[in-house]
């Protein structure tokens, strides 16, 4: 019975390794992104791009510093634009997100 769970589990993984993350809501795009920055690639960033946002390297290493350097922060959430600031109330950036076909897109980061 174990040799069969861990089959089975070990097929689901596998199953699930190369799907695309589907975000549902602006708020789940941008914890995603928090939360894997060690580990987030310049692909994998840019596959959370909008179809006309003109993301890029500059963008990914730019959020990618911010975040590295304030590991706290908190947010205003204003419809599909989320405000990152940090503990100390500096803005680190403003993200614009978009819906298209049911998921939510990165469509812009400006830093101030």
């Not at 190369?18 to 789940?28: G, H, K, M």
């Amino acid at each position: 019975m174990k040799k069969w769970i861990v089959v089975l589990a070990f097929l689901f993984l596998v199953g699930c390794g190369e799907q695309t993350l589907t975000v549902r809501s602006t708020l789940e795009g941008d914890s995603y992104l928090r939360n894997n920055l060690h580990t987030l690639t310049e692909e994998q960033f840019l596959s959370f791009a909008s179809d006309n946002s003109h993301l890029g390297t500059d963008t990914y290493d730019a959020l990618k510093q911010k975040l590295l350097e304030h590991e706290q922060t908190r947010y205003l959430l204003v419809g599909e634009r989320i405000y990152r600031y940090s503990v100390q109330d500096e803005l680190l950036y403003v993200a614009d997100w978009v819906e298209e076909n049911n998921v939510h897109k990165l469509d812009a980061v400006v830093f101030p």
